[in-house]
């Protein structure tokens, strides 16, 4: 696995999102296998669907509009909660360029605890028989008191452990 980067990045979008992670692997499968797998917001965020001790024991549950999170546009919303806090989240598909590319964003007021907002995707580039899989997220951290001390101390690392998970997930996939 390749070493994972992480900083601050200012980024041209009005939500401000101030801080980066990302993580990138080479995987044994072709791009469109690739894409085809993470393109499926079930596996993508199949680590916000088990518990874990990052979500409290707690799960999160998807829904979807007809496009299922395929297409440019569509709506995908997570719901649950973590220690008896009502989560959120209302994503929409800003960009989608099979078999190469995906992201998508938080929309309106997101209900969640130490991020605010963000921008999350993979890029994939085909070399030979391996595929180069690169993860990152974007994130705004919270304005809210209490949130905003638990973003400070939390923030990186969930982003940090929602990326190795999906990292981590392609390697299980695919092998790496």
């Known amino acids: 696995m390749d070493v994972a980067t992480s900083g601050r990045t200012a980024a041209p979008n009005l939500n401000a999102f101030d801080h980066h992670f990302e993580s990138s692997i080479e995987v044994k499968a072709a791009c469109a296998a690739v894409f085809d797998h993470l393109d ?3 596996q993508f965020g ?7 001790w990052m979500m409290a024991g707690s799960a999160m549950r998807y829904e979807f ?17 973590v220690l008896g806090i009502r989560l959120e989240i209302e994503e929409r598909v800003t960009e989608r360029a099979p ?4 992201s998508w ?3 309106g007021q ?4 130490v991020v605010k907002s963000y921008r999350m995707g993979f890029e994939l580039t085909q070399r030979d028989d391996w595929t180069h899989l690169r993860v990152f997220i974007d994130y ?35 092998g790496a």
Do not use: Q
Not at 99 to 102: D, L, T
Not at 141 to 146: E, G, L, V
Not at 149 to 172: F, M, P, Q
């Open 105 to 107: 964003e938080t929309v």
């Open 65 to 81: 509009d007809e496009a299922r999170g395929r297409a440019t546009g569509a709506a995908v919303r997570l719901l649950g909660s």
């Open 140 to 174: 705004a951290m919270p304005d809210r008191s209490f949130s905003r001390v638990l973003g400070r101390l939390l923030g990186s690392v969930y982003a940090r452990w929602c990326v190795a998970s999906i990292v981590n997930g392609a390697a299980l996939r695919f």
């Open 110 to 113: 997101p209900r969640m605890i």
């Open 40 to 42: 499926d917001f079930n």
């Open 46 to 52: 199949e680590h916000m669907t088990r518990s874990s």
């Open 99 to 102: 078999p190469y590319r995906k």
